[in-house]
């Protein structure tokens, strides 16, 4: 069965940096888009970022864009965000999530990795 | 950036009787519209997507419709694992976006 497992949160300060992981299962890894959605306390969802089943496009959340990226290995079957220059307003579960339908909605969700900015 | 409303924020609805959500984008998404459900705890879940086709294994009272910009997700007879959030998201361009969700509590 299809299974994304979210991991590398943790609580840290602003300005620092974390790289978040989500390791896949259960499918083709390298032929689904993937996408990192994250929802801050109490609030609703929040798209982050998107990479493409072979890693060629990529594209962010006007919120993140210059401080996170994201990559995939498709040999690990697993996808990254690499978070730089955190704030409080980034404080949020992460979570990973497969693209279906050309890549744009979700299907699975990881279960989610909460990152905590605070100082 | 397409903005996405939804309402109500709440609605209160006693097992058994039918829920209408409302999802209106500030501009026209096509059919390219999403429905998902989550509750505490847990990661979305796939309703609804196309507007209007049921995700796998989703139960048939639940139902989407609309085209454009006005969009509804219908459950014809509340069980007691319905109540929970929901939210529509876009996927006509980008950015993606999420409404902000309906809650769905027991009246």
């Known amino acids: 069965q299809v299974q994304l497992v979210d991991s590398g949160g943790g609580v840290v300060q602003p300005g620092t940096s974390l790289r978040l992981s989500c390791a896949a299962s259960g499918f083709t890894f390298s032929g689904y888009a993937m996408h990192w959605v994250r929802q801050a306390p109490g609030k609703g969802l929040e798209w982050v970022a998107f990479i493409s089943y072979d890693g060629t496009n990529k594209y962010f959340a006007d919120s993140v864009k210059g401080r996170f990226t994201i990559s995939r290995d498709n040999s690990e079957n697993t996808v990254y965000l690499q978070v730089n220059s955190l704030r409080a307003d980034d404080t949020a579960v992460y979570y990973c999530a497969r693209g279906a339908g050309g890549g744009a909605y979700y299907d699975y969700w990881g279960q989610g990795t909460l990152v905590t900015v605070s100082s | 950036e397409i903005v996405m409303t939804q309402s109500p924020a709440t609605l209160s609805v006693s097992p058994g009787e039918r829920a209408a959500l409302s999802c209106r984008a500030s501009?026209?998404?096509?059919?390219?519209l999403a429905w998902y459900q989550q509750k505490p705890g847990q990661p979305p879940r796939l309703l609804i997507y196309?507007?209007?086709t049921r995700a796998t294994g989703i139960p048939a009272r639940f139902s989407g419709s609309g085209s454009g910009t006005e969009f509804t997700l219908t459950i014809s007879s509340l069980q007691s694992e319905d109540f929970a959030v929901y939210y529509c998201q876009h996927y006509n361009n980008w950015p993606l976006t999420f409404g902000p969700g309906t809650k769905v509590d027991i009246k």
């Open positions: 501009q026209s998404v096509s059919n390219n």
């Open positions: 196309g507007a209007s």
